[in-house]
């Protein structure tokens, strides 16, 4: 049915576009590409202001084409893509479950973009309106994960060399840095308890 695929996609999509204006613009109350940027150092993936900015074009981007349902398994490939980098780098020492900062939600999202580049937007999407070819199928949605796997790979392969010669540990999912806003929101989904709130539980 086209209703439930436009549903599936106006949520998910519009959910990620809103999280990737986040890290570019401060958007719906995000830190912008400075204060994301600091974020993204702290957990190894270097340059944190370009690197954020990829993760924000990739996120705003591949959610804005799910809107759209235009050039889907391109938008599928990017949002999964983004997802496997940030379950890694942050989450997957926590676990599943997002209650204690696990990679629950980066997983439905790209579930989601997955399962959508298999079956393609449907009847109301632009890509059904401008009969864009290669939409959906086996082959594309297989493509399309593909190219993400290869995508993230190449991203998380750098920051593993980055945190290889500086020696930066890694155990904590949101580590301390003063480049990050002191606040009790972490810049991604999971939250995370700041230095201040620490302080007065320890004192």
């Known amino acids: 049915m086209p209703e439930g695929l436009f549903i599936i996609r106006a949520i998910i999509g519009g959910l990620l576009f809103a999280h990737g204006t986040q890290k570019l613009f401060g958007w719906y109350g995000g830190y912008g590409l400075d204060g994301t940027g600091g ?11 370009t690197m954020a900015m990829v993760a924000g074009l990739s996120e705003a981007g591949g959610g804005l084409l799910l809107i759209l349902g235009l050039f889907t398994p391109i938008g599928s490939a990017a949002i999964i893509g983004t997802m496997i980098v940030a379950s890694v780098s942050v989450h997957k020492d926590n676990g599943l479950w997002a209650t204690n900062g696990g990679f629950e939600l980066p997983l439905i999202n ?11 937007a449907g ?13 959906r199928g086996w082959g594309v949605g297989l493509l399309a994960v593909c190219i993400a796997f290869l995508a993230a790979g190449a991203v998380l392969a750098r920051r593993n060399t980055v945190l290889t010669g500086e020696g930066t540990s890694t155990t904590e999912a949101y580590p ?16 995370a308890k700041s230095a201040d709130r620490a302080d007065r539980v320890t004192s």
């Open 110 to 120: 790209a579930t989601v973009a997955a399962g959508l580049a298999f079956t393609g």
């Open 176 to 191: 301390e840095t003063e480049a990050y806003p002191e606040t009790d929101v972490a810049a991604d989904p999971a939250t």
């Open 123 to 135: 009847a109301w999407s632009l890509d059904s309106a401008l009969n864009t070819p290669w939409n």
């Open 39 to 49: 974020f993204f150092e702290s957990v190894g993936h270097k340059p944190g202001r």
